[in-house]
């Protein structure tokens, strides 16, 4: 897969992308449909440093053609070298790579585009928008932000395993059934947001769902409620078909 990844290989080249390989050491079934992979890095954190949310691109044969998809690190040790990845498990090329990956398997890697600080000053609330696609990047960020309390509008179930590191007391947790592609957790949030940011002296909202709900609702969140962008963070991490 290394010699050709097509346009989308060529314009990562130009931006001056870093590629490496990663290899599988353990697999681990959360649930029936969120699978755990730990890898080795082949030399990436040493190179590139260390962020929350810190997400890479992971490249997949599909139909004899390159695929990339972006994943969230979780848990980087960078004197080890390792850390792990988690997939919610659905139809697809990258879904069916995890599904089968066992130790000793390797996967390509590029890694472009992703970076994240965490605000200053710190937020007095967070308010997050999340699904099991971005979980490994919501826990990465409430695990940054360290004592900062948080709202969660989480787009899916919560008691069905799902390795979440939320704290009781600190975090509190809003499970939304996903319903009219996602429509229902924007109307969520719209109604119960303006709200909660009223009582925040330091608000900070972070958006991580399909690319429709995160658009709509980062655009909610910037142009109607009037957050200054310095205070708001969106990222689509998948796109409804």
């Known amino acids: 897969m290394g010699q050709g990844r097509g346009w989308e290989g060529a314009v990562l080249k130009l931006m001056r992308a870093k590629d490496f390989e990663f290899t599988v050491t353990d697999a681990e ?5 969120f699978r755990r992979l730990r890898l080795t890095d082949g030399g990436m954190l040493a190179a590139t440093g260390v962020h929350p949310t810190m997400w890479v691109r992971l490249w997949f044969e599909n139909a004899g053609r390159p695929h990339q998809r972006a994943y969230t690190l ?12 988690e ?3 659905h139809e697809g090329c990258a879904s069916d790579w995890a599904r089968a990956a066992k130790p000793g398997d390797t ?4 890694v472009q585009g992703t970076g994240f600080e965490v605000p200053r000053p710190l937020p007095s609330r967070v308010f997050a928008v999340a699904d099991p696609a971005s979980l490994p990047a919501l826990n990465s960020l409430l695990d940054a ?40 957790l924007v109307a969520r949030v719209k109604e119960e ?8 002296s330091e608000p ?17 969140v910037r142009k109607e409620l009037g957050l200054p962008k310095q205070r708001v963070n969106s990222l689509g991490y998948w796109r409804a078909t």
Do not use: K, N, Q
């Open 29 to 33: 079934d959360v649930t029936a449909d």
């Open 74 to 85: 979780v848990d980087p040790d960078p004197e080890a070298g390792t850390f792990a990845m």
């Open 87 to 89: 997939f919610a498990l």
């Open 107 to 110: 996967i390509e890697a590029t």
């Open 145 to 184: 932000l360290g004592p900062v309390p948080a709202t969660v509008w989480f787009e899916g179930g919560t008691d069905d395993g799902l390795p979440f590191r939320t704290v009781p007391g600190r975090h509190e947790v809003r499970a939304v059934p996903r319903r009219d592609a996602g429509a229902h």
């Open 193 to 200: 947001l303006p709200g909660l940011l009223g009582a925040a």
């Open 204 to 220: 900070f909202v972070w958006i991580a769902c399909d690319t429709a709900t995160t658009r709509a609702l980062g655009s909610y």
